[in-house]
């Protein structure tokens, strides 16, 4: 018996040197290709002149160009810190005040209009926002009720010391937003995320200086909210370039409803098409797409570093990858996080190439729309690569699919809205609407051109104004009916 175990011994600790041994090749082998490989990768994207330092790609600036020090941006991340340290802040950005309800809960108050919009003529009365703040004291309106857009006005003077202050900041070339390079997934985005509700105020007040006949002071409304978005621009990344759409969408209804009044003289289009011709959305979207490149590839260096208070947080935000890619760090072997960089910056290169701005164009087949998601849930399916390989790349991609989309419909209204202001420049030279795009005089390449393929874009003249839209996304022209949704339906620009 004695001599049977010594034997059964002899053979598990030959089996278990076997299996270590094989274990140590195995991990040999992968670090070594998954090293390999990755060479490969960066020697491939530097023939092509690509940088992957996220230093170089969003450079920090000036310390008194920073936004994060501007008092009322600052009071944003200082209640951040607060809360980081001790789960509670004290501290009441004013920001945070500004916006087109006056923080007005719809569950205490049902009153709410609905927010003036580009596409839905019956949510762009006055009326229904002078009655809803007549309905609440924080406006302080005078008893005596004046025009709807006298009220309004009056009601959004409270915030001009705050828009006054924040114009400023903007107003600074130089401005930019702080970023985090050795942790940038766990950056604070502060004063960005409060863009979008500044815009709508100043679109509210914008469309009341219309409507009060004070053009050029609506003209400065639609500079101010454009202005918010030029901080954006340095280091964009995918947060940046998400609001500076939403920011455009807004500011593109001031444009619209001085074009619906006639309320614009040529010198004011020409300065509005100008400010339009600067935004190019699809060389930006490059540029964001190179940013979130390099963030991702500092993000996997700290996570394969293991630090625990990046496990914690993973733990904290329910994001069950993050979780089990940290708490697995220590197993998995170098080649395999060197696998998921590889995956990742290809991936995000063919979506790179795919955005041609020279011939303004974007090229749909590298933005699958199967992968496109519905609610921000993922729709594919992971696969046994995706989950041991390229985990973080496989988290991200739905994501990142999505996002052509979006540049397509950015870049789309962008066209639309300068080829309503040569429009309308036409309409004020001759009395009338040219019956082609192509009877204005001097337009640009690309201008009148479908975003995903060279078709031209569509126009027509309708009586005393015109039907010009896009076919949009799904490339099927639906007669300038006005999509149910970004997937459905067409593009279109209101007709005055």
């Known amino acids: ?261 006639h309320a614009w003289n040529d010198a004011q289009l020409r300065e509005m098409e100008s400010a339009l011709a600067s935004t190019d959305m699809l060389a930006l979207a490059a540029d964001s797409f190179r940013t979130e490149r390099a963030s991702l590839i500092q993000t996997i260096k700290v996570f394969q570093g293991m630090d625990p208070d990046i496990v914690w947080k993973a733990k904290a935000s329910e994001n069950a990858v993050l979780y089990y890619l940290l708490k697995t760090a220590p197993i998995r072997s170098s080649g395999w996080w060197d696998q998921d960089r590889v995956v990742y910056c290809r991936d995000r290169q063919k979506q790179i190439d795919a955005i041609d701005s020279r011939d303004g164009m974007l090229h749909i087949a590298a933005f699958p729309s199967h992968r496109i998601m519905d609610d921000w849930n993922r729709v594919d399916e992971t696969s046994i690569w995706d989950a041991i390989y390229t985990p973080m790349s496989a988290e991200v991609r739905p994501f990142v699919d999505n996002m052509g989309l979006k540049i397509a419909k950015a870049e789309t209204y962008r066209r639309l809205a300068r080829l309503a202001c040569r429009l309308e420049e036409y309409r004020i030279a001759h009395g009338q609407y040219p019956d082609k795009l192509d009877e204005l005089p001097d337009l640009p390449a690309h201008l009148n051109q479908e975003v995903l393929s060279e078709e031209p874009l569509r126009y027509q003249r309708k009586g005393d104004g015109y039907l010009l839209y896009s076919i949009g996304w799904n490339q099927k022209d639906d007669g300038g009916v006005l999509a149910k949704d970004d997937k459905e339906g067409d593009w279109v620009w209101p007709s005055p």
Not at 54 to 82: M, T
Not at 208 to 225: G, I, P, T, V, W
Request: charged share 25%; net charge neutral.
């Open 1 to 261: 018996m004695k001599r049977f175990f010594r034997r059964a011994l002899i053979w598990l600790a030959r089996i278990a040197v076997v299996l270590i041994v094989l274990l140590i090749i195995f991990y040999a082998e992968e670090d070594w290709r998954g090293a390999h490989d990755w060479a490969v990768c960066q020697k491939e994207l530097q023939a092509k002149g690509e940088t992957l330092d996220l230093r170089q790609l969003a450079p920090p600036g000036k310390p008194e160009d920073d936004l994060s020090k501007v008092p009322i941006f600052a009071e944003l991340y200082q209640e951040n810190e607060e809360y980081q340290k001790t789960k509670k802040s004290t501290t009441k950005p004013r920001i945070r005040r500004v916006t087109i309800d006056f923080n007005w809960s719809p569950v205490l108050h049902n009153n709410v209009p609905a927010t003036l919009s580009l596409l839905k003529d019956s949510a762009n009365d006055l009326t229904a926002w002078q009655k809803y703040y007549r309905s609440i004291p924080d406006t302080r309106l005078p008893k005596q009720m004046g025009t709807p857009a006298q009220d309004i006005l009056w009601a959004l003077t409270q915030y001009d010391s705050e828009l006054n202050e924040i114009d400023a900041a903007v107003s600074n070339p130089n401005a930019y937003w702080p970023v985090d390079y050795e942790r940038p997934f766990d950056g604070y985005l502060g004063g960005v995320t409060e863009l979008i509700p500044i815009a709508r105020v100043i679109l509210l007040r914008g469309v009341a200086h219309l409507d009060n006949r004070q053009a050029d002071l609506a003209e400065k409304d639609y500079f101010f909210s454009f202005r918010l978005n030029r901080p954006l621009t340095k280091g964009c990344f995918s947060i940046n370039y998400l609001v500076m759409q939403g920011v455009r969408a807004i500011d593109d209804f001031i444009l619209q409803d001085g074009l619906h009044r």
